[in-house]
Every structure is written in structure tokens, then in C-alpha cells.
């Protein structure tokens, strides 16, 4: 499956996106809100699975291209929730992109298309989305596509007691187009 917005595709990964992806994430501006950047290994590791899921299930987290500019600004896309989260079973939507392609809306525009097929062709009752405390322009994507936050915190059971960036929020947004109609 693959998706056109406005300015975007938002497609299956390639052998050529595993060196962009690895630059993106040994970055440490990108990487700020994890607890390390990543080192090759790692990242092709991640890239792998990202792509052995999207091959499993059609959508994933999608490989993020401007055609005719840039081939790969990083991923967005929707994920199933790892099951050592608090409110686990869920889908969670998620994003990356490389510093340079920053400050432009193109995460906005990618997560609200994938927003929406999660919805529309995958039909889940809701999605989720999830960050640290401090990750304020990952918390503002939240905001500007309708997800919502109440208030949700939770400690992440992948980052260690104590870590700073343990602490997060939890962002929620029900399908739209499921939810029950007032009589
Ligand atoms: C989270 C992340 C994707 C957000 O990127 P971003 O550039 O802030 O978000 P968007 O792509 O939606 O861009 C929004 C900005 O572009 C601006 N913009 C410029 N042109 C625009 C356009 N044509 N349409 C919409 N917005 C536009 C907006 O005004 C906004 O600017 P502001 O941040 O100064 O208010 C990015 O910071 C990132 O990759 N971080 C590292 C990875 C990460 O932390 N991921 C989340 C972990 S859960």
C-alpha cells in the first residue's frame, strides 16, 4: 500500500533507504528524545523489521519521499503497539524525519494521510501516539492532526527508572467515522 499527499509519497522501504535512515538516526537533534542515537547496526536492524512488517501487513511505517527532491526524509506511518506497553493491545502512529526537512509540515501532512487510512481502509477504533514529556514538536504533530491528549502519562518500560526521558505522554484519537451516532 502507498500513499500520495499533496507533496509526499509515503511508500515501502528500499535497499537504498538503510544509509539515509542510518545518517537520520545517528543524528543527535533527531535523536534528542531517545535515550541514544543509533549505531549502523542498530538502525539496519530497525529498517529491516520496519520493512518485514510493512511486508506482512501492507502498511507500517511507511518510507517518506518528496518525488522529485528528496528520495527518503524518513518514516511515518502507523505501528502495532509493543506489548510491554500499559495500553497495550493498540496501533500507535509515529514519525521520524531528518533534520533538514524539519519546520516544512511534512510530518503533519504524512501522519494525517496515514491517520486516515488507518481509519478509513484499516477501520481500527482508535489510534494512539506517544512520546516523552519534553518532545514538544512531536507533541504539536499530535495536536495538529486531532489526536488528542488528557492528561496521560506513563513510564516506558524500555527506558530506565530514573531516565529522564522515561515519563511520557499518551495521545488518543477514536475513529471518526466508527464512532457511535447520537439517537
Ligand atoms: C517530530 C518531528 C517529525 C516534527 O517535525 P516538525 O517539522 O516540527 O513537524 P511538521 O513537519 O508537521 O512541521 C510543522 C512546522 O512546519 C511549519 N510549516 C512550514 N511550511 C508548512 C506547510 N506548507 N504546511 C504546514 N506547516 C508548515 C509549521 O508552521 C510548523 O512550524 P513550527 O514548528 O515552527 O510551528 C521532528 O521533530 C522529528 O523527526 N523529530 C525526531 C524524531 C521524533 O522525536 N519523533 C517522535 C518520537 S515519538
Same mark, same amino acid.
Given at each position: 500500500?502507498?500513499? #500520495?499527499? #499533496? ?8 535497499? =537504498? ?5 542510518? /545518517? ?5 537533534? /533527531? ?20 520493512? *518485514? ?38 496501533? =500507535?502512529?509515529?514519525? #521520524? ?18 491517520? =486516515? ?19 514538544? *514538536?512531536? #507533541?504539536? /504533530? ?5 489526536? /488528542? ?33 447520537? *439517537?
Amino acid at each position: 500500500m502507498e500513499i #500520495r499527499t #499533496r507533496r509526499l509519497l509515503l511508500r515501502p522501504w528500499r535497499d =537504498e533507504d538503510f544509509h539515509p535512515f542510518a /545518517v537520520m538516526n545517528a543524528d543527535s537533534q /533527531v535523536m534528542k528524545f531517545f535515550p541514544t542515537v543509533l549505531e549502523r547496526e542498530q538502525s539496519d536492524a530497525l529498517a529491516a523489521e520496519i520493512r *518485514r512488517r510493512m511486508d506482512d501487513q501492507g502498511w507500517g511505517f511507511w518510507a517518506v519521499e518528496i518525488p522529485g527532491e528528496a528520495r527518503f526524509v524518513g518514516f511515518t506511518g502507523l505501528n502495532k503497539l509493543s506489548k510491554d506497553l500499559p495500553f497495550a493491545p493498540g496501533i =500507535e502512529i509515529g514519525w #521520524r524525519l531528518a533534520h533538514r526537512f524539519w519546520g516544512k509540515g511534512y510530518a503533519s501532512e504524512a501522519a494525517q494521510a496515514a491517520l =486516515e487510512l488507518g481509519f478509513l481502509q484499516l477501520h481500527l477504533p482508535e489510534i494512539v501516539a506517544f512520546t516523552a514529556i519534553q518532545n514538544l *514538536r512531536s #507533541r504539536a /504533530v499530535m495536536s495538529r492532526i486531532g489526536i /488528542v491528549f488528557e492528561g496521560e502519562h506513563f513510564e516506558h518500560p524500555g527506558i530506565a527508572p530514573g531516565h529522564p526521558l522515561r515519563k511520557h505522554v499518551l495521545y488518543r484519537i477514536k475513529n471518526p467515522f466508527t464512532a457511535s451516532q447520537p *439517537r
